[in-house]
């Protein structure tokens, strides 16, 4: 079984259609860590076809706050902005669908997914500081989060953590092989709005069977994804942060 991790694809059409086209025939079942909707224009082309194609989807807080779940209070202006104007624009079935959406983890073959951490759907999994207090509650060796945009992850071994990279610039791939007695949080990076300083969309492929993980950087028509941010009248922040990758 292979299963194409997606993640953060926050609203971003043109990203997502160039990762399925790099991706396909390479996986089996696609798994979504929440965070479909948010920041970009195309909240229901998103919406639809993960709604239509994921075999499991955990919610993000972009999620629950497009959909009036959550008060906008924490979030910055942008943000804020792009929520309101994503809850106007959904349809009433992508509306539904995401607020039904499941907290994670959730365990699947071995494996667990979740948005933010397995302690809280929204806290921050970024350096190894935010790591070491997770040990004890890894309820499987491999676990896949998203939420910070930032693609690569973490290796606990038995007397360290180790951080692991994203794809280099000027590489479109990048190989991990997992080793039965680590633990590992992974991080597929965000198809729609990366941050890590490579505009690229990101996602990643993992084969149980192989104990393998790959992490893959897609370039996309960012200029049309950025002129529908426009046109859809958010704020412009939201479009250059995509050229820039932060």
Not at 52 to 63: F, Y
Request: hydrophobic fraction near 40%; charged fraction near 20%.
């Amino acid at each position: 079984m292979r299963y194409l991790i997606l993640s953060d694809i926050h609203s971003n059409g043109e990203a997502l259609r160039a990762v399925l086209d790099r991706a396909g025939g390479l996986y089996d079942k696609v798994l979504c860590l929440g965070d479909v909707v948010g920041y970009g224009a195309d909240p229901n082309v998103v919406a639809d076809w993960v709604r239509a194609h994921a075999w499991l989807t955990v919610r993000g807080n972009h999620d629950r706050a497009c959909t009036g779940l959550d008060d906008l209070e924490w979030f910055n202006p942008a943000a804020r902005q792009s929520a309101l104007w994503t809850q106007s624009a959904l349809s009433s079935e992508n509306m539904d669908w995401l607020r039904a959406l499941t907290c994670g983890p959730l365990s699947i073959d071995r494996f667990q997914i979740m948005h933010g951490s397995p302690l809280d759907e929204d806290e921050y999994i970024i350096n190894t500081s935010d790591v070491a207090p997770l040990s004890g509650f890894l309820d499987a060796r491999i676990s896949f989060f998203g939420h910070t945009h930032l693609q690569g992850g973490f290796i606990l071994r038995q007397h360290r953590i180790e951080r692991i990279n994203s794809v280099p610039l000027g590489k479109q791939e990048l190989h991990l092989d997992l080793r039965g007695e680590d633990f590992y949080l992974i991080n597929p990076g965000a198809v729609g709005q990366p941050r890590d300083g490579d505009p690229r969309a990101a996602c990643a492929i993992f084969t149980p069977e192989e104990n393998r993980v790959v992490y893959y950087r897609i370039p996309y028509d960012i200029g049309a994804a950025q002129q529908k941010i426009i046109d859809a009248g958010l704020p412009g922040m939201l479009a250059v942060r995509l050229l820039v990758g932060r």
